[in-house]
């Protein structure tokens, strides 16, 4: 089976950074998404990790540990319209399991 | 490039009932999913297709039949609606190649009553 973890809720500040874990135990692996879902909006594709380390795209940066089944999204600078939930998927051949989701919440 | 679209938008069906959400992409992608999103919940997978004619049982498939005639379109049927199936309905596309990304449609909100 798939086990894929990641916190509920994160509330930060604007202009803060956020970092939100995600861990997993998965069948197999080839790969893990991040993806940025607004509320009533589809779910959008922010990165993609298939090897150790940090792979930064801008104020978003994510990380892979395969050996620790672990990764985590670094927003950095946070904006108002940063305010969304985030999706962990870990990709197994070419099917996605996602996570519930992170919702953050950017104060101003 | 339209990328994937979804009809209808919105839906309210009584138990019992039946009906098809339509799915159609023009990336020319052959692997194409049909996910469901209950609220304050990750996104399930209930079937998914690598290609014209083949398609395959997701995580939850109980409930929903599919097919897949064309490479642009893949309609998932709903038979015998009940309650437990309301919920978003999101269809999404990728290209055959390891790692790439999920293209997704805008969802369907579906209600059963």
């Known amino acids: 089976g798939q086990n894929i973890d990641q916190p509920t809720e994160m509330t930060a500040t604007e202009g803060a950074i956020v970092q939100i874990n995600c861990t997993y135990q998965t069948s197999g692996f080839n790969g893990l998404f991040w993806y940025q879902q607004h509320a009533g909006e589809a779910p959008t594709f922010l990165s993609y990790n298939v090897l150790d380390g940090l792979e930064e795209k801008g104020r978003f940066s994510s990380f892979l540990s395969r050996s620790k089944g672990y990764s985590y999204l670094l927003l950095k600078e946070l904006q108002m319209k940063d305010s969304a939930s985030y999706l962990c998927?870990?990709?197994?051949?070419?099917?996605?399991?996602f996570g519930a989701g992170t919702t953050v919440t950017v104060r101003a | 490039n339209a990328g994937v679209t979804q009809t209808p938008k919105f839906r309210i069906l009584k138990i019992g009932q039946s009906m098809t959400l339509q799915c159609t992409q023009d990336m020319n992608h052959n692997y194409m999913y049909w996910y469901r999103q209950d609220p304050g919940m990750g996104l399930k997978l209930i079937y998914y297709?690598?290609?014209?004619?083949?398609?395959d049982k997701g995580e939850v498939p109980n409930g929903y039949n599919v097919s897949r005639s064309t490479t642009e379109d893949f309609p998932l049927r709903l038979e015998l609606a009940a309650p437990s199936q309301t919920s978003v309905y999101f269809c999404?596309?990728?290209?055959?190649?390891?790692?790439?990304?999920?293209?997704f449609g805008p969802g369907t909100r579906l209600t059963v009553t």
């Open positions: 297709s690598v290609g014209a004619g083949i398609t």
């Open positions: 998927a870990v990709n197994d051949d070419y099917k996605l399991s």
């Open positions: 999404a596309s990728s290209p055959s190649e390891v790692g790439y990304e999920q293209y």
